[in-house]
């Protein structure tokens, strides 16, 4: 690898707020906040909005998207033949 064209990579601790959890990983992203980690050691802290504890994908209450339903909401709506007559 070339010297000077990479950023920094070092640990960060990630934090989300909406579910009170933190972790420590590895990062090229900087922080000028810092925080006192379980080791003892301190480390940049990035605050983020969303993590694999409070995504609902994670956490199993995504929801399904009931996409045959809209269709045949679409269809009962505007008719099953909503193309012009030039179209096929």
Same mark, same amino acid.
């Given at each position: 690898? *070339? ?13 989300? *707020?909406?579910?009170? /959890? ?22 940049? $802290? $990035? ?7 409070? /995504? ?16 045949? *909401?679409?269809? *009962?709506?505007?008719?099953?033949? /909503? ?6």
């Amino acid at each position: 690898m *070339r010297e000077g064209i990479h950023p920094a990579y070092g640990p960060v601790v990630f934090r989300d *707020r909406a579910a009170n /959890h933190a972790f420590l990983t590895g990062s090229t992203m900087t922080s000028g906040k810092t925080i006192d980690w379980e080791d003892g050691n301190t480390y940049p $802290v $990035v605050d983020v909005e969303i993590s694999n504890v409070s /995504h609902p994908f994670y956490t199993g209450t995504a929801r399904v998207l009931d996409t045959a339903g809209r269709v045949e *909401r679409f269809e *009962r709506r505007f008719g099953t033949n /909503h193309r012009t007559s030039g179209e096929r």
